[in-house]
């Protein structure tokens, strides 16, 4: 039963922490360890007490750079976990750790709260409802350059309509002088 997680964690709100980097799927420690409802540090503590269950296609660092373009993402976007907006960089000493799905849920076990197979389920929904929402977005997005297209057409027509239009003008103008 979802009672025990709190509101606002739905998979949708979840799915839009889920970032691209390294060409795979990811949630960031500070996103986990909310769901978790347990310190960052501590989350990180128990994934490196477990090294042997996190490989590096479970779990790996963020670079600097990979760093820098997160918290330009996090800048632009409207923040679906607003409480952790204002001090989600503040005091951070080091880059983040970013999970796959694989990892996320590998959390559950070794982080082990009472309410572990709720969030498993909530990451592993969060996953496929993203799955699915991609090609939508992506046909939606096919359809707004489609129209876009279209009305560059068509201000050039009528560019070129109105021209036109004028050198007739013009030219039926000077035949009558």
């Known amino acids: 039963m979802m009672t025990d997680i709190q509101p606002g964690f739905t998979p949708d709100a979840v799915a839009q922490r889920i970032f691209e980097l390294r060409g795979r799927r990811v949630l960031l420690d500070t996103d986990l ?6 310190e960052t540090k501590n989350l990180i503590r128990a994934a490196k007490r477990n090294l ?14 990979e760093w820098k373009n997160v918290k330009s993402q996090f800048a632009i976007a409207n923040l679906e976990f607003p409480n952790i907006a204002s001090n989600f960089w503040r005091g951070r000493l080091y880059s983040p750790y970013a999970f796959t799905k694989h990892g996320a849920l590998m959390l559950s076990s070794v982080l082990n709260p009472a309410w572990a197979d709720e969030i498993s389920l909530l990451i592993t929904r969060s996953f496929a409802w993203l799955r699915q929402a991609v090609p939508a977005y992506k046909e939606l997005a096919a359809k707004m350059a489609e129209l876009e297209n279209a009305r560059r057409s068509f201000k050039l027509y009528t560019r070129l309509l109105s021209r036109q239009i004028i050198h007739s003008a013009i030219v039926a103008l000077n035949g009558k002088k």
Not at 33 to 38: D, E, I, M, Q, S
Request: no cysteine; proline share 5%.
């Open 33 to 38: 360890a909310l769901l978790y409802r347990v």
């Open 52 to 65: 042997d269950r996190f490989p590096k296609d479970f779990m790996f660092q963020l670079t600097r750079v």
